[in-house]
C-alpha cells in the first residue's frame, strides 16, 4: 500500500476549506414521515406477511431498518419531545401531554433551522410549545380533512367503547393526512434547488391512531381471517400476570364479553389504516423521485409509539404501559450513498435519530443528548452493540395530579359518550393503574417498575424474550433463584442509568467573576 507524505498547513488548509465549501455548496435535504401510533410488527419488512405495506417494504430494501427500535415513551407528546431532543423524559419533566417544548430548550428542528434550512410542518403538533415556534420552523400547519367514520354502536353495546367505527366517509383524497401529505408534495414540486434553500420537511400524521378507521378500500383490504391469533388476556383465575390496568381497562371500557372474531375485525381496521399510511408514503416517494431530488434527500420513516390493536384485548395504548407493541416502533432511514437492504439488529433508542441527523448535516450538537450516531450503521452497515440496553419511562405521580388526564386543569372528565370517556375516568379513579413505570430492555429479558409515592412498589414485570417475545408470561413474582438474579442486574442497569441521565448541564459556562460581580458595585449604590 503507498504511504502518502502529510499535507503541509497551507495545504491542509485549502483541503479543509474545499471540503467545508462543498459541504455547504451540496446540502443534504431531509423528510421525516411520521405517523402516529405504528407499531413496528404491523409492517410487511418487520417479518409480517398478512399486512400490505409495499412501499415502507420497497423503501426498507433501499436502505436500513432497525428491527429494534424503542421510543422513549408511550404517549404522543411525551415521545415526541424526546425523540426530537435526545432526552429521556426524566431529564426535563415532559412527562405529561400538556408538557411541550419551550425556547429555551434544545430540538433538531431548531438546530436546521438556525443553520439555514427551511423546515416545514405539515400534520399535528404535540410537540412545540407556542414560543418554540419561531426559533424551529420555517412554516407549520395541520390541513383540514376527514379522519374518522361514525360510531354507529349503541352506548351499551360493549363494542360502543372498543373505538372502532365505521370507515371515513368520502374519499381517500378528502382526508386530513392525504392533504397534509400532497402539501409535502407540492412543496417538493416547486422546489428549485439552485436557489432555494434545503428543506426538511417533518410530516407528522393522525393514522392509524385510533378511533380505528380509514377510507375505503384500505379499511376492507384485510381479511381478519388472515390474521393469526392476538396476544391473549389473562384467565380470570391468574393473578399477577399483567399489571392492573389490563383488567381496569377492559373493565372501563366494558370490553370483556368481546371474542377473538371482533378483536381481529378490529385489527384488521389497525393493518388496514397502516395500508393507507403506506400508500401515501408511496406518493411521497413518487413525487421526491419525480423531482429529481432522492439523490441529495436523506428520509426516515418512524411512529412516535406503538398500539394494542386487541391484543390482550385492549385498544389504544396506556401511559405506564411499556409492551412492545407499545414500545418497538418501525425506524427506516434512507441516506444518499447508504447501504441498501441493511438490516440493524441490535437496540437502538428512537432519540438516536438526533446525532445521526446532525452528523448527516454537519451541524455539531450545542446540548447534552444521551443519543447514539446510527451514521456508520447506514452508511457503511456496521453493525451495533448487541449489548446495548434500551429504556422506556410512563405513568404520572400522584403528587401530581396536574399530569393525570381528566384532571380540572386540563379540561376534567369528558362526555360519557365520548371515545376518551373510560380512559379518563379510570386515571381519576384508580391513579395507582397510571403511576410512574421505567423498562430496561435487553435482547433477552424485559423488566418493567412502577412506583408511586403511596406505594413504593406496584405491578412489576419481567419477561424471558428468547422463550416468551410477546410477554405473556410474567416472571416478576418467580421465586426462582435464577430469575431473582436476572431481575437483580436489570434492576442495576436502572439505577445507573438514571444515574447517568439524571440531569445536563446548560451548554454555556457563566463567567464568575464579571462585571456583575461583586453586587452592588463598589463605586455605586442600590
Given amino acids: 500500500m503507498a504511504l502518502h507524505p502529510p499535507l503541509s498547513p497551507a495545504s491542509f488548509l485549502i483541503f479543509i476549506l474545499v471540503t467545508l465549501d462543498v459541504a455547504v455548496a451540496n446540502p443534504k435535504n431531509f423528510i421525516f414521515y411520521q405517523p402516529d401510533e405504528m407499531r413496528a410488527e404491523s409492517i410487511g419488512s418487520y ?51 400538556w408538557s411541550l417544548l419551550h425556547s429555551t430548550e434544545p430540538n433538531l428542528f431548531k438546530y436546521f433551522k438556525s443553520s439555514g434550512y427551511q423546515v416545514h410542518w405539515w400534520g399535528k403538533n404535540d410537540m412545540m410549545a407556542v414560543d418554540s415556534w419561531n426559533s424551529s420552523v420555517t412554516t407549520a400547519k395541520e390541513m383540514n380533512g376527514m379522519n374518522n367514520g361514525p360510531n354507529n354502536f349503541t352506548l351499551d353495546d360493549p363494542r360502543y367503547y372498543s373505538m372502532l367505527t365505521e370507515p371515513t366517509q368520502g374519499t381517500f383524497n378528502q382526508t386530513q393526512d392525504y392533504n ?152 427506516i432511514i434512507r441516506a444518499p450513498g447508504g447501504v441498501a437492504d441493511n438490516v440493524h439488529n441490535e437496540q437502538v433508542q428512537l432519540f438516536d435519530i438526533v446525532p445521526t441527523m446532525l452528523e448527516f448535516a454537519g451541524i455539531e450538537p ?48 369528558p362526555a360519557v359518550d365520548t371515545d376518551y370517556y373510560p380512559k379518563v375516568l379510570q386515571e381519576q379513579e384508580q391513579p395507582l393503574s397510571v403511576c410512574r413505570s421505567i423498562m430496561v430492555r435487553t435482547l433477552d429479558y424485559k423488566l418493567v417498575l412502577r412506583t408511586d409515592v403511596t406505594k413504593e412498589e406496584h405491578d412489576g414485570e419481567l419477561y424471558n424474550l428468547q422463550d416468551d417475545p410477546r410477554e405473556t408470561n410474567n416472571l416478576y413474582y418467580s421465586q426462582d433463584l435464577d430469575v431473582q438474579a436476572v431481575k437483580g442486574s436489570l434492576k442495576d442497569k436502572i439505577f445507573y442509568w438514571l444515574f447517568q441521565t439524571s440531569d445536563v448541564t446548560r451548554w454555556d459556562e457563566d463567567d464568575r467573576n464579571g462585571d456583575n460581580f461583586p453586587w452592588p458595585p463598589r463605586d455605586q449604590e442600590l
Fill in 180 to 331: 397534509n401529505v400532497f402539501e409535502a408534495i407540492n412543496f417538493l414540486k416547486s422546489f428549485d434547488p439552485s436557489q432555494d434553500e434545503p428543506f426538511f420537511l417533518f410530516l407528522p400524521l393522525l393514522n392509524p391512531h385510533p378511533p380505528y378507521s380509514c377510507p375505503e378500500p384500505f379499511y376492507s383490504m384485510i381479511d381478519p381471517d388472515t390474521i393469526p391469533p392476538l396476544r391473549a388476556t389473562d384467565p380470570l383465575d391468574v393473578k399477577n400476570n399483567h399489571p392492573d390496568y389490563h383488567a381496569l381497562i377492559r373493565q372501563y371500557r366494558n370490553l370483556t364479553s368481546l371474542d377473538e372474531a371482533f378483536w381481529k375485525k378490529l385489527h384488521s381496521v389497525y393493518l388496514g389504516s397502516i395500508a393507507f399510511s403506506d400508500f401515501l408514503f408511496g406518493e411521497l416517494m413518487s413525487a421526491l423521485d419525480d423531482s429529481g431530488l432522492a439523490d441529495d434527500t436523506v428520509v426516515t420513516v418512524f411512529s412516535d409509539h406503538g398500539d394494542y390493536a386487541g391484543d390482550y384485548g385492549l385498544v389504544e395504548k396506556w401511559p405506564s404501559g411499556l409492551e412492545d407493541v407499545l414500545t418497538r416502533v418501525p425506524l
Fill in 47 to 97: 417479518q409480517n406477511n398478512f399486512t400490505k405495506t409495499p412501499n415502507f417494504d420497497a423503501f426498507a430494501k433501499s436502505g436500513t431498518r432497525f428491527d429494534q427500535a424503542h421510543t422513549s415513551h408511550t404517549v404522543c407528546s411525551q415521545s415526541r419531545v424526546a425523540f426530537v431532543t435526545g432526552w429521556p423524559t426524566h431529564v426535563a419533566g415532559h412527562r405529561s401531554l
Fill in 366 to 413: 450545542e446540548h447534552v443528548h444521551f443519543g447514539v450516531s446510527l451514521t456508520d450503521n447506514i452508511m457503511n452497515g456496521v453493525a451495533g452493540d448487541p449489548s446495548r440496553a434500551v429504556f422506556a419511562e410512563g405513568g404520572y405521580g400522584t403528587n401530581e395530579p396536574r399530569d393525570f388526564e381528566g384532571d380540572s386543569s386540563n379540561g376534567g372528565i
